[in-house]
C-alpha cells in the first residue's frame, strides 16, 4: 500500500509517498481500499507539529474518507467484500488502505459517490450535532456564524436556515460573504468590527455564535444577547483569549466548549446521523461543496491550496491516481 507522510514537522514539502505491507483486519475491523479521502484543516496541523500524534514516524495524516471493503476480519456482521464504506473518524486515512473498526464504518447510499462522501462526512456531521446537540436551536433565533464558507460554515448556515434560523455570517472575503448569503444567511461581514455590523443587523444581540476560530471569543461573547451563548467549536484562528470570568455574570452570557467526538459514540450513532445528513443532501436543503481532487502522490499540492486559505471548497485526494473534478 501506499500513504502519504511525513516524518518531520513543517511546510508542504515534508510530505512524501511512502510504501509499506497492506495491513490485515483483525477481529472487528474492515480493510478498506480508499476511493477517496478528505483533506481538512486538521491534517496541516498535524503536518505542523501543532496536533500531538501518536506513534512514531512516518506519520500518516486523515481522518475521513470513502472506499470499498476488500476484506472482513472475523466477528464482523452486516459487511461484505465490495460494500462501500465511509468514515469520518479512523486515522491514517491518507492512504491506498485503510483498516476501519466496524463501530466507525457507516453505510453509504446508492446515489452517493465515495468522492462525494468523503467530501462532505466530517463537516457535515460537524455541522448537524452543533445543529441538534450543543444548545436547542430553535426557529426564529437568531445566531452568527463564524467562518460561515468554510466547511463546516456552509452546511451550518445551510441547516440553520432550512430549520427557520435567522443567520448572520462572518467571512474574510466578499467574495465568501456572498457565497454564505447565497446559502442562506440574511446578512454577511468580514472580521473587522463584525459585532457592530451585526448589532446593525439585529440590535438585540445573537442567541448563539457558533465560533470555529477560537480567537474571536471576545467579540463573539460582545455579539451576544443578554442569556446568549458562544458555542466554541475550534480555535483555528490560534490561541484563545483571556477571559475575565466577570463578564459572563454581569450579562449572563455563556461559552459552551463543543467536539464532534463527544457524540459518536457507537456505530447506530454514526449511521442515524449520518443517514440526517444523507436526507438533507438528498432533498437538496443543504449543498455538496465543489471539490478539487488530486491524486495521492501530489498531496503537497493539495496541502498548499488548503493552507493558502483563498480556496473555498473540499479537496480530496484519490490514492488511486485517478482525479475526480
Same mark, same amino acid.
Given at each position: 500500500m501506499q500513504s502519504l507522510v511525513f516524518d518531520d514537522f513543517g511546510n508542504a514539502e515534508v510530505?512524501?509517498?511512502?510504501?509499506? %505491507?497492506?495491513?490485515?483486519?483483525?477481529?472487528?475491523?474492515?480493510?478498506? +481500499?480508499?476511493?477517496?479521502?478528505?483533506?481538512?484543516?486538521a491534517d496541516i496541523y498535524r503536518r505542523q507539529g501543532r496536533y500531538p500524534l501518536a506513534g512514531v514516524a512516518p506519520w500518516v495524516a486523515g481522518y475521513e474518507g470513502a472506499g470499498r471493503v476488500?476484506?472482513?476480519?472475523?466477528?464482523?456482521?452486516?459487511?461484505?467484500?465490495?460494500?462501500?464504506?465511509?468514515?469520518?473518524?479512523?486515522?491514517?486515512?491518507?492512504?491506498?488502505?485503510?483498516?476501519?473498526?466496524?463501530? !466507525?464504518?457507516?453505510?453509504?447510499?446508492?446515489w452517493l459517490s465515495e468522492a462525494q462522501a468523503a467530501s462532505i462526512l466530517l463537516q457535515g456531521?460537524?455541522?448537524? *450535532?452543533?445543529?441538534?446537540?450543543?444548545? %436547542?436551536?430553535?426557529?426564529?433565533m437568531h445566531v452568527a456564524v463564524l467562518a460561515a464558507a468554510g466547511g463546516v460554515g456552509r452546511l451550518l448556515t445551510q441547516m440553520l436556515t432550512h430549520h427557520g434560523v435567522h443567520v448572520f455570517a462572518v467571512a474574510s472575503s466578499l467574495t465568501k460573504q456572498n457565497l454564505s448569503l447565497r446559502n442562506g444567511a440574511e446578512a454577511a461581514?468580514? *472580521?473587522?468590527?463584525?459585532? +457592530?455590523?451585526?448589532?446593525?443587523?439585529?440590535?438585540?444581540?445573537?442567541?448563539?455564535?457558533f465560533d470555529s476560530l477560537g480567537s474571536t471569543m471576545l467579540q463573539s461573547l460582545e455579539s451576544l444577547r443578554d442569556g446568549g451563548r458562544v458555542v466554541l467549536f475550534g480555535m483555528s484562528g490560534g490561541e484563545l483569549p483571556t477571559?475575565?470570568?466577570?463578564?459572563?455574570?454581569?450579562?449572563?452570557?455563556?461559552?459552551?466548549?463543543?467536539?464532534?467526538?463527544?457524540?459518536?459514540?457507537?456505530?447506530?450513532?454514526?449511521?442515524?446521523?449520518?443517514?440526517?445528513?444523507?436526507?438533507?443532501?438528498?432533498?437538496?436543503h443543504i449543498t455538496l %461543496?465543489?471539490?478539487?481532487?488530486?491524486?495521492?502522490?501530489?498531496?503537497?499540492?493539495?496541502? !498548499?491550496?488548503?493552507e493558502n486559505r483563498l480556496f473555498s471548497g473540499k479537496v480530496i485526494l484519490i490514492p488511486q491516481g485517478g482525479i475526480i473534478m
Open positions: 510530505l512524501y509517498l511512502h510504501s509499506s %505491507p497492506t495491513p490485515e483486519p483483525a477481529a472487528g475491523e474492515l480493510l478498506v +481500499e480508499v476511493s477517496a479521502a478528505g483533506l481538512n484543516f476488500v476484506d472482513v476480519g472475523s466477528s464482523v456482521r452486516g459487511w461484505r467484500r465490495g460494500d462501500r464504506i465511509g468514515f469520518a473518524d479512523v486515522p491514517l486515512a491518507h492512504a491506498s488502505h485503510i483498516v476501519v473498526p466496524q463501530d !466507525n464504518a457507516i453505510q453509504l447510499p446508492d456531521l460537524t455541522a448537524d *450535532y452543533l445543529l441538534h446537540d450543543v444548545l %436547542p436551536v430553535t426557529r426564529g461581514a468580514d *472580521y473587522y468590527c463584525w459585532p +457592530e455590523r451585526l448589532r446593525g443587523w439585529y440590535a438585540p444581540g445573537c442567541d448563539i455564535v477571559l475575565n470570568p466577570e463578564q459572563l455574570m454581569l450579562r449572563s452570557t455563556g461559552v459552551v466548549g463543543a467536539d464532534l467526538w463527544t457524540y459518536l459514540t457507537s456505530q447506530q450513532e454514526r449511521q442515524r446521523r449520518a443517514d440526517r445528513l444523507f436526507g438533507l443532501l438528498k432533498a437538496g %461543496p465543489p471539490i478539487t481532487s488530486f491524486p495521492l502522490f501530489r498531496g503537497k499540492e493539495a496541502h !498548499n491550496l488548503l
